[in-house]
T-cell receptor, first 111, second 114 residues
């Protein structure tokens, strides 16, 4: 049973526009959420995180929003750049349990 | 870049043969992890280690064993490879193992079991 779901396998966005990647989860006990970015032939790299006590966290062009009542988080990238083309994984954890990853969304930025 | 290497980077093997993948780190981090990445499943934890000779199972541990005889090396063994173990395998490390701590990933090993 997939506890963390990324329902869009792929997304294409024009350069300069906003990219919005979505993630839904089913476990209401998750208290920490992360986004990882992965380029081809490389391992995932940490991008941004958010604790369940917050509803927003911002780091430069990247902002993560958390809606606990809807069990939904999203990653906003603005403005989108060609180097943002990658696969994005959301992940969640409950207390000290290990990370549960989503299935990933492939983002393509169109020049 | 965290100092993590994986070897081999690519491997083709036949069903029933043993396979060992190696993860090597130069960061002296205590925690090491093995994940597999498959379409439709994302990254799933196979095994992890919280110190030399200290290991535990993850979500998808069946058919896999691990060993850690030195801080810097974490080995993943498929005792008798099956086609369902065709995957991309990632090693990761973290200093304390806390879930709010960033994990750093290696470049991955692409394994094909025929």
């Amino acid at each position: 049973d997939q506890q963390v779901k990324q329902n869009s396998p792929s997304l294409s966005v024009q350069e300069g526009r906003i990219s919005i990647l979505n993630c839904d989860y089913t476990n209401s006990m998750f208290d920490y959420f992360l986004w990882y970015k992965k380029y081809p032939a490389e391992g995932p790299t940490f991008l941004i995180s958010i604790s369940s006590i917050k509803d927003k966290n911002e780091d430069g062009r990247f902002t993560v929003f958390l809606n606990k009542s809807a069990k939904h988080l999203s990653l906003h990238i603005v403005p989108s750049q060609p180097g943002d083309s990658a696969v994005y994984f959301c992940a969640a954890s409950e207390g000290n349990e290990k990370l549960t990853f989503g299935t990933g969304t492939r983002l393509t930025i169109i020049p | 870049d965290a100092g993590i290497t994986q070897s081999p980077r690519h491997k083709v093997t036949e069903t029933g043969t043993p396979v060992t993948l190696r993860c090597h780190q130069t960061e002296n981090h205590r925690y090491m992890y093995w994940y597999r990445q498959d379409p439709g499943h994302g990254l799933r934890l196979i095994h992890y280690s919280y110190g030399v000779k200290d290991t535990d199972k993850g979500e998808v541990s069946d058919g896999y064993s691990v060993s850690r005889s030195k801080t810097e090396d974490f080995l993943l063994t498929l005792e008798s490879a099956t086609s369902s173990q065709t995957s991309v395998y990632f090693c990761a490390i973290s200093r304390t193992g806390g879930t709010k701590e960033t994990q750093y990933f290696g470049p991955g090993t692409r394994l094909l079991v025929l």
